[in-house]
């Protein structure tokens, strides 16, 4: 495996499921970031976290929760997600301090009915 | 206000011209700036990055940025089909964040 890798590629889930998205670098990266793209809008990030510790949190609803086992790996957890959650789920990698440039995995499309 | 603005397109041009896409930002202190290209349905590629007021050349990519105008640009001479995609402007703001444009979406016809 090369890159940024994400699972699964795509998940449909209920309202009152809980589910986890999975994000794995081979980078050699010390940072992972996780976006929310939804259509007409622009990436949104929501958690930031920089050798293994978390460093942002941008205003993301409890029912996403992060966790960041170690460098190489990353993971959303999800409860309770609204239909309005629904949308393209990206992680990304850089070196800590590059945030400037940061490659993406290929997402998980999260369809929530 | 938008911190990072681009107009979403679709910008049509033909094979083998120049395509210019534009991106305006909020943040004086705003240090970087960045291209990444999303092809539908993929995650977006960084393309270029610019750190300093002026031109900064790579292959058929030029980024031009002006930080006293508070912009940045992106042309791609003699565009190709495949460079048809969305095009994202990103701005570090400091603090480990990058902030995205919506993207402008460019269309190069044969």
């Known amino acids: 495996e090369t890159g940024v890798t994400q699972t699964p590629r795509h998940l449909v889930m209920g309202m009152t499921n809980k589910k986890s998205l999975k994000c794995e670098q081979h980078?050699?990266?010390?940072?992972m970031y996780w976006y929310k793209q939804s259509a007409k809008k622009p990436l949104e990030l929501m958690f930031v976290?920089?050798?293994?510790?978390?460093?942002e949190n941008n205003s993301v609803p409890s029912r996403f929760s992060p966790e960041c086992p170690n460098s190489s790996h990353l993971f959303l957890h999800l409860h309770t997600l609204q239909p309005e959650d629904s949308a393209l789920y990206l992680c990304?990698?850089?070196?800590?301090?590059?945030?400037?440039?940061?490659?993406f995995g290929p997402g998980t499309r999260l369809t929530v009915t | 206000q938008k911190e990072v603005e681009q107009n979403s397109g679709p910008l049509s041009v033909p094979e083998g011209a120049i395509a210019s896409l534009n991106c305006t930002y909020s943040?004086?202190?705003?240090?970087?700036f960045f291209w990444y290209r999303q092809y539908s349905g993929k995650s977006p590629e960084l393309i270029m990055s610019?750190?300093?007021?002026g031109d900064k050349e790579d292959g058929r990519f030029t980024a031009q940025l002006n930080k006293a105008s508070q912009y940045v640009s992106l042309l791609i001479r003699d565009s190709q089909p495949s460079d048809s995609a969305t095009y994202l402007c990103?701005?570090?703001?400091?603090?480990?964040?990058?902030?995205f444009g919506t993207g402008t979406r460019l269309l190069v016809s044969p």
């Open positions: 943040d004086r202190g705003s240090q970087s």
């Open positions: 990103a701005v570090n703001t400091g603090f480990q964040k990058l902030v």
């Open positions: 990304a990698s850089s070196q800590a301090q590059r945030e400037d440039e940061q490659y």
């Open positions: 610019i750190y300093s007021n």
């Open positions: 976290y920089s050798l293994e510790e978390r460093v």
């Open positions: 980078l050699g990266h010390n940072a």
